[in-house]
């Protein structure tokens, strides 16, 4: 029976990924809305969502949703939710919040009411008048919108894009849930070449062979509600060996992964030693202008330099005309590339089969999309 529920946070544009990464983990009973996937589910769904989920920023725990036109509403509304079921009577617990649209605009006073309610709460079940906060962490969420007071308790602590591999990075990195979506949105399977030929410290290419491997991306890390008593150890470990045994290490993957910067390709090697899949990438640092292309019904998704991250406009404008003249060739090839470039159609020559509006970081960007033939059946 399903007695929680739980929001997935989603960038925007990439609700519909987050979505069906959800339904995949056997959850169906959800909403979707701007910027996050709503389910209800179990109990051991904290620790399976945190683990699998690619796309999705954070796993939110859903404490109770209820109207707020005033602070006793807000104060009211909050002391009302079981708290105690959740946080520890030792429990380390700091609010954050965000307000949009609503008559309690300001959010540090917000803030401030919900605190002092779950202390409240906090007195009631525990009968003390003072908690030592040396224990778990609870972030706790009041969002406010349209006068809408949602509160939630932040399941993941540091956001899902942190999966523990990167330890080096590059100038202008794309973020490891972003690079995910980007491979679930497009045609590649692990039976494809997949190529990266702008690879930086290696992100798209390493969040490839993991979706090829069948690695669920949070096994290299941490979370917040690992120390929580009501979620408890044995369901984390469980989740745990479950995903260990889920890995398929036999599977053969080939991705390339190629960058002009020498320095930016040893830190992908390393990154890639760092999450286990060394063996299923071949990076080598050559300029675009060497890339090979022989192969048919490969694949290229890449997050190419644009003006806003590396190199003047006229480098870049060369550049995606250089890109789309190469790739060009061969009408086997899928391309699908990430910029902030508004003409990046008339450079590259061709209108892309389709375009969507995502956000790398807060730089609002473009996703094109140009597919290749399809492989025969069978092949």
Request: glycine residues 8%; aromatic residues 10%; hydrophobic residues 35%.
């Amino acid at each position: 029976m399903s007695n929680i529920e739980l929001i997935a946070t989603a960038t925007f544009g990439l609700e519909a990924v987050v979505k069906r990464e959800v339904v995949n983990l056997g959850y169906t009973d959800l909403v979707t809305e701007d910027g996050k996937v709503t389910f209800f589910a179990d109990l051991d769904a904290i620790p399976k969502a945190n683990l699998w989920l690619r796309s999705a920023d954070r796993v939110l725990l859903k404490m109770g949703e209820f109207k707020a036109l005033s602070f006793e509403d807000l104060f009211e509304g909050t002391k009302a939710l079981p708290w105690d079921d959740w946080i520890t009577e030792d429990g380390k617990f700091t609010v954050t919040g965000k307000s949009i649209k609503s008559k309690l605009f300001s959010v540090p006073d917000c803030q401030a009411i919900v605190k002092k309610a779950v202390v409240e709460r906090m007195k009631q079940r525990y009968k003390k008048d003072w908690f030592n906060e040396t224990g778990p962490e609870f972030t706790i969420q009041v969002s406010l919108l349209k006068d809408i007071a949602t509160l939630t308790i932040d399941t993941s602590g540091t956001g899902l894009h942190k999966r523990g591999y990167r330890h080096h990075s590059v100038e202008a990195p794309i973020k490891e849930t972003l690079a995910a979506a980007l491979v679930n949105l497009s045609f590649w399977n692990r039976e494809r070449l997949l190529v990266d030929p702008f690879c930086g410290s290696g992100t798209i290419p390493i969040e490839a062979a993991m979706v090829g491997r069948n690695i669920a991306p949070g096994l290299g890390r941490s979370f917040a509600s690992e120390y929580w008593p009501k979620v408890g150890k044995d369901l984390w470990k469980q989740a745990r060996v479950e995903a260990l045994k889920s890995i398929d290490q036999d599977a053969r993957i080939r991705i390339r992964g190629s960058d002009i910067n020498s320095k930016a390709v040893e830190t992908a090697r390393q990154n890639a030693v760092n999450c286990g899949v060394d063996d299923c990438i071949e990076f080598r640092a050559i300029p675009f202008s060497q890339l090979e292309i022989a192969e048919d019904y490969g694949i290229v998704i890449t997050n190419p330099p644009y003006g806003e991250r590396l190199g003047s406009p006229q480098q870049v404008h060369t550049l995606y005309r250089d890109m789309g003249k190469k790739l060009s060739h061969n009408n086997t090839w899928s391309v699908y590339v990430l910029t902030s470039e508004e003409d990046f159609e008339a450079l590259f020559g061709r209108k892309a089969d389709r375009k969507r509006k995502l956000y790398n970081g807060r730089i609002k960007v473009d996703y094109y999309q140009y597919h290749g033939q399809r492989p025969p059946r069978g092949d």
